[in-house]
């Protein structure tokens, strides 16, 4: 039958980028999208993402292309915001990042009512987190702006919800790196919030009444309700720079108010000092959870820690209350001193010394490598003993070079670990309280904050900054 143009299929006009054959070339194109059906959400498309699987497809790489093609499944909108101070009742008061260039200044929002399961809390100290460093910058290419950091808060309980059982006005309490997740997944059932699931896809390919779909190169989209996202429902939320489930942005603990769910509120022992304690709700779960989890948490072992920093300094302190054998792996040896007479631990290899690699060889029982520098693994690999594991908790910007014949010879393990859920923070917490383990800190005032941040991009800190929220934020108020 005689094609109709594009332009002509439907009743609403439309314009993008198209692929026209095999080349692969996009140009300017005029297309149509149907009119909004009783189950349809029509929206402007303001970024959309260019995926491999672009490219494959304007190149008919699969075999299966209609052209034209116009490309795109990974689209992102938003409805009109209503101002950040006016999105809840609640008025709060913090700094925030307005753009990629990080810097932080005063910042006016709102945080939402106390709901039944909730918990307002009264920010006294915020860690500062090399995660916070990459997403006031949008080194990962998904910050929200503006964007408060913080997901290591402490402070003290202002008010509680109807139906909040364990936590009372006046407790000592945190929040870490979320609040919230599905609570349904099989993650969350096995209090493991922190690995709660959530994925998406879809087009190039022919719509029901027979016309093509075409992808978000454009200037508008329409689909049906079923395949429209709420950015992000139903996966696990972070403290900051998410969406909560009632589809405002979260803020995080730069900031001098805080509320959540009593799910993800921690309780701080009498004897835990806030401010020594408050990294500990991300540096230390991130390390404390892999040597749980992978057998390492044992008297008699012996642990390598790669990486003398933020975290490798508190897995050194909780491999020792663990009874094990501690190996720090720098490449610095300018820090042997400070591992072995400050942090206790038993033994420092320079990992650029090949004798002394070598003579650690088949020693390890498990490897905690904390280094987010590009690095070779090989080398800690040849540590392990036979069924060893290398647990990477830092996150390198570059793919590391994996060698398969050391895993293959030894059965050795190579895996990855990220913070850990709320039953494992709060059991972590009590761990550090009963075995005096803290953060080594330098407590900074809110003004400072830039500062600091230019330090920590420079690794000038021993080892966390923490900001003194509760008596230095309400000076820098406008």
């Not at 299929?9 to 300017?28: I, N, V």
């Not at 702006?145 to 808060?153: A, F, K, S, T």
């Not at 401010?275 to 749980?292: E, F, H, Q, R, W």
């Amino acid at each position: 039958m005689a094609k109709v143009p594009p332009e002509e299929e439907h009743p609403m006009k439309a314009f993008g980028w198209a692929a026209r054959d095999q080349s692969g070339h996009l140009s300017p194109f005029n297309f149509s999208r149907r009119k909004t059906g009783d189950e349809d959400v029509r929206f402007k498309v303001l970024y959309c993402g260019i995926c491999h699987s672009d490219l494959h497809s304007i190149k008919n790489d699969w075999g299966f292309s209609f052209y034209p093609l116009v490309p795109g499944s990974l689209l992102f909108t938003q409805m009109a915001k209503v101002p950040p101070e006016e999105e809840h009742p609640v008025k709060a008061f913090g700094w925030a990042a307005r753009d990629q260039s990080g810097h932080l200044s005063p910042f006016n929002f709102s945080r939402r009512e106390t709901g039944d399961e909730d918990v307002r809390f009264k920010v006294l100290y915020c860690g500062i987190c090399h995660s916070d460093l990459h997403s006031i910058k949008n080194d990962w290419g998904f910050s929200f702006y503006p964007l408060v950091p913080g997901h290591e808060i402490v402070g003290e309980v202002t008010e509680i919800g109807s139906k909040v059982n364990e936590v009372k006005v006046g407790d000592k309490v945190g929040v870490g790196c979320m609040v919230g997740a599905c609570h349904s997944c099989e993650s969350c059932k096995n209090d493991l919030e922190n690995y709660c699931p959530k994925m998406i896809l879809t087009y190039n390919s022919i719509y029901h009444d027979g016309t093509f779909n075409y992808g978000g190169y454009s200037d508008t989209m329409v689909a049906n309700e079923r395949y429209i996202v709420h950015f992000p429902e139903s996966k696990m939320i972070l403290t900051y720079n998410s969406i909560y489930h009632d589809g405002t942005f979260n803020y995080g603990g730069y900031s001098d108010t805080m509320v959540a769910n009593e799910r993800y509120i921690v309780h701080f022992p009498e004897n835990m000092p806030l401010d020594a304690g408050a990294p500990l709700l991300c540096a230390g779960i991130t390390v404390y959870s892999p040597l749980k989890h992978f057998g390492l948490a044992q008297p008699g072992k012996h642990i390598g820690v790669v990486g003398l920093g933020g975290l490798g300094h508190v897995a050194v302190k909780f491999a020792k209350a663990f009874g094990a054998k501690v190996t720090v792996i720098s490449t610095s040896p300018s820090k042997k001193d400070e591992a072995l007479e400050h942090l206790g631990a038993d033994s420092f290899l320079v990992s650029r010394d090949p004798d002394q690699i070598q003579a650690a060889m088949n020693t390890m029982d498990g490897i905690i490598d904390t280094v987010s520098a590009v690095h070779p693994i090989f080398p800690l690999l040849g540590l392990l003993k036979s069924h060893g594991t290398l647990v990477m908790v830092g996150v390198p910007d570059k793919p590391l070079e994996l060698p398969v014949f050391p895993l293959i010879s030894g059965r050795k393990m190579v895996a990855g670990s990220g913070i850990g859920g709320m039953k494992e923070t709060q059991e972590m917490i009590n761990f550090a309280a009963k075995h005096g383990i803290t953060a080594d800190i330098e407590v900074v005032s809110m003004d400072y904050v830039n500062t600091a941040m230019e330090r920590l991009a420079k690794n000038d800190v021993r080892y966390r900054f923490v900001i003194d929220i509760g008596n230095t934020l309400a000076a820098t108020k406008p």
